[in-house]
């Protein structure tokens, strides 16, 4: 086991485009870092090249204390597991699983080893010899993952492995790779554009855009505490909610919300507010008043969107992350609020929604960067 590290690493390819802008970012020794953002971000070139599939322009790359950048593949002692499998479809699972120990010349009895500690390990003992295309989506990523355990490696590298798998299917499939690297504590590295498994997966996330890492940490301080708009948005389902507004002497207001906002300089801002912040209004909390226009019962909640005074402040995540709320005619916007499921609502309806001054995030308008 080691630590994975990137040291300023760039990489440009044709065009230019500049894939990865200058990335140092440390995966710690025994830790689970999720590389997260919207297609385009750069997060898998900066996986392909910690597996020495493109080497980085600039910077360089080490695992335990080795810079690793000019090393082959094969001599990086690491494994790594894609999105579509990769399995043969004419080998057993057994086959499938011992495949790269046997191209290692690794002695017969020791692969065999490996191959049944990591079958028990990941529940393939009946299936060892099924060929793929007798297995579900679920037991081929069991293979897959099996395949590079029995490696042994110093570091895993994970590109979308639960992207063609159902939802169903997703939620088990990563409750099982969380109990795995928890029995391992093997160092890895997934990259992911869905910030759920980021969230519920990551010892910490990193948030990535245009090739620039916006913010590392654990998942719920980034929640809590996003560092910019890009975050803010990017982070959290229904993503935030984003109004326009102007901060004077301690206050800000935007639409017909004000809140208290002390330290926040003097100028225009964005107000964040999340949809789980909003609840019918209480006597003293800052309010708006809400209209109603669709009701989504999920059963343990109710999502509504519905039109609020003021104007919206719109951040550019990625088209997977669209949120597709229109900005009224005139000083009308749509937001969206998240509501226990004995709420009842239907379009149309009008109500105040309260927030607390607490649960209110601030955002520079020029910069795009937290005030508070």
Known sequence: MADVTFHGVTKVFPGPTVAVDDLSITAEDGEFLILVGPSGCGKTTALRMVAGLEKPTSGSISIGGQDITDLSPRERDIAMVFQNYALYPHMTVYKNLAFG???????????????????????????????????????????????????????????????????????????????????????????????????????RIAVMSNGRLQQVGAPQDIYDHPANMFVAAFIGSPAMNMLRGVAREGRVT????????????????????????????????????FEVQVVEPLGDEVIARGAVGGQLAEVETGEEHAELLPQLPGSRAVITARFDPEVRLSPGMRLRLGVHPDRVHVFDARTDEALR
């Not at 997934?190 to 498994?197: A, F, G, L, M, P």
């Open 101 to 203: 120990l046997r191209q290692r010349k690794t002695p017969k009895d020791e692969i065999d080893r490996r191959v049944r500690d990591a079958s028990g390990m990941l529940g393939l003992d009946d299936l060892l010899k099924r060929k793929p295309g007798q297995l579900s989506g679920g037991q081929r990523q069991r293979v897959a993952m099996g395949r590079a355990l029995v490696r042994e490696p110093k570091a895993f590298l994970l590109d979308e492995p639960l992207s063609n798998l159902d939802a169903k299917l997703r939620v088990q499939v990563r409750a099982d790779l969380k109990q795995l690297h928890r029995r391992l504590g093997i160092t890895t590295v997934y990259v992911t554009h869905d910030q759920i498994e980021a969230m519920t997966l990551g010892d």
């Open 254 to 289: 935007a639409g017909d919300l004000e809140v208290p906002t002390p330290g926040v300089p003097d100028g225009d801002v964005v107000l964040g507010i999340r949809p789980e912040a909003l609840r019918p209004a209480a006597d003293g909390l800052p309010s708006l008043e």
